[in-house]
């Protein structure tokens, strides 16, 4: 394509982007009446990010609170300031975002980055950076962890992520590309997303109901690769997926697009060792062809062919940061999986593989958990960490299986796949 058939193919997309908008504040965040949304989008997406400004205040918004974020600053603040300076959140922005999460506001986050846009910083710098927001600005994360405010991650394209995506394309033509599989994976692509998301949330409950219904002690994952994990579950787990709540009631969806049931593992119960089936992009750097080792629940070994130092900053982020926080079941046949893409984005990637995660686990995947304090939590065995960092681990020969209390296993994936598929 020339840059100018790009250009008009782009600006073709114009009513479709608009139902987009609609789609992340209606559902994405469920945005209600007098509410105050805050918006986090990359600057050079400023064109979007109207749109869905545009979008809330026709929702009804009371305000609109817009954060900027913009790869070319974020790398000269990391180039030019000392690591302590990472070590403390200004005290501004802890205000901003614990006010705004205390006065009930929604968080709509549009994710598209450079995935090499921190490559050749030094990664205790970001690694710094992410501690300190998340153990100062309690009240924005707690608010999100427990269920008190709604919040949404979606995606938007950028040119140096797109051309990631599409190397070899011209840089119109790798937008254009990127913008139209985004809208494709994200169910946005046809005449009501809306409808089309009631649907897919829909698609959740069956699994869901098999895997709470048979309450499995643990989980036992092998592939090919090496990979040779038991992840043992805690009592009263609960299975979750599609659409969260709040703790008053309002359905919302935290990723567009998800296609994961998830559940936290107990922490003290992970053993063997896990190999990564794609990339891990982190802060901007990227680890490769990684493992990790675990005994008694937390990593006792990991190697990478790239990244390891960025991989040993995850894991020695906190106490809580080398054990595992979340499992995430996701079958390959997916819209993500089955585009044959490689995004280079964890919102996109997670989303075609069977994922983990390191770090913080999740209070409603047990029982009454959203109303237990975190030593509670902890006792039940859900992580507790300043850090969540989902890594791919779903080959297209992953099997896993479920294991009853009694020692009884039964096929919960094969080949990658859901063993019923």
Not at 12 to 17: E, G, N, P, R
Not at 82 to 99: A, G, I
Not at 227 to 255: C, K, M, S, Y
Request: proline residues 4%; glycine residues 8%; contains cysteine.
């Amino acid at each position: 394509m020339t840059d100018a058939e790009c250009l008009c193919a782009t600006d073709a997309l114009s009513d479709q982007l608009d139902l987009y908008a609609n789609l992340l504040v209606r559902k994405g965040v469920a945005l209600r009446e007098g509410q105050e949304l805050v918006l986090q989008a990359p600057i050079e997406r400023a064109d979007f990010a109207r749109r869905v400004v545009a979008a809330a205040y026709r929702a009804g918004a009371g305000h609109v609170t817009v954060i900027w974020a913009d790869d070319a600053v974020t790398r000269l603040t990391y180039e030019n300031c000392p690591l302590e300076h990472f070590e403390h959140t200004p005290s501004w922005q802890v205000e901003q975002l614990n006010s705004l999460a205390e006065e009930g506001a929604a968080f709509l986050f549009l994710e598209g980055q450079d995935p090499g846009a921190l490559r050749g910083i030094d990664p205790a710098k970001p690694a710094a950076a992410a501690r300190a927001r998340n153990t100062e600005c309690r009240s924005f994360r707690d608010g999100m962890d427990f269920g008190r405010n709604a919040w949404c991650i979606a995606g938007v394209p950028v040119v140096a992520w797109a051309r990631e995506v599409f190397p070899g394309l011209s840089d119109a033509e790798a937008l254009y590309r990127l913008w139209a599989l985004i809208l494709q994976v994200s169910r946005a692509d046809g005449e009501d997303p809306e409808s089309a998301w009631e649907t897919h949330n829909a698609s959740f409950e069956k699994t869901k109901r098999f895997l709470n219904q048979h309450r499995f002690d643990a989980l036992r994952y092998e592939a090919s690769n090496g990979t040779d994990l038991t992840i043992g579950l805690p009592e009263g787990h609960v299975w979750d997926g599609g659409a969260g709540r709040t703790q008053d009631g309002v359905t919302f969806f935290p990723n567009i697009p998800t296609e994961e049931v998830f559940t936290s593992p107990d922490r003290l119960r992970a053993d063997g060792i896990v190999h990564a089936a794609l990339p891990l992009v982190h802060a901007g750097q990227t680890v490769r062809d990684f493992w990790l080792r675990f005994e008694g629940g937390q990593v006792v070994d990991y190697g990478a062919a790239q990244g390891k130092e960025v991989l040993r900053h995850i894991i020695e982020t906190d106490e809580g940061s080398r054990r595992l926080g979340e499992c995430a079941l996701v079958s390959k046949n997916t819209p993500i999986r089955q585009s044959e893409t490689l995004f280079y984005d964890t919102l996109y990637d997670e989303n075609a593989s069977c994922h983990l995660a390191l770090g913080m686990g999740f209070p409603e995947c047990v029982a009454d958990g959203t109303s237990l304090s975190k030593d509670e939590l902890l006792a039940r065995g859900v992580n507790q960490s300043s850090a969540h960092v989902d890594f791919m681990i779903g080959t297209d020969d992953l099997n896993v299986y479920g294991i009853a209390a009694d020692g009884t296993e039964t096929p919960v994936f094969a080949d990658g796949q859901w063993a019923w598929e």
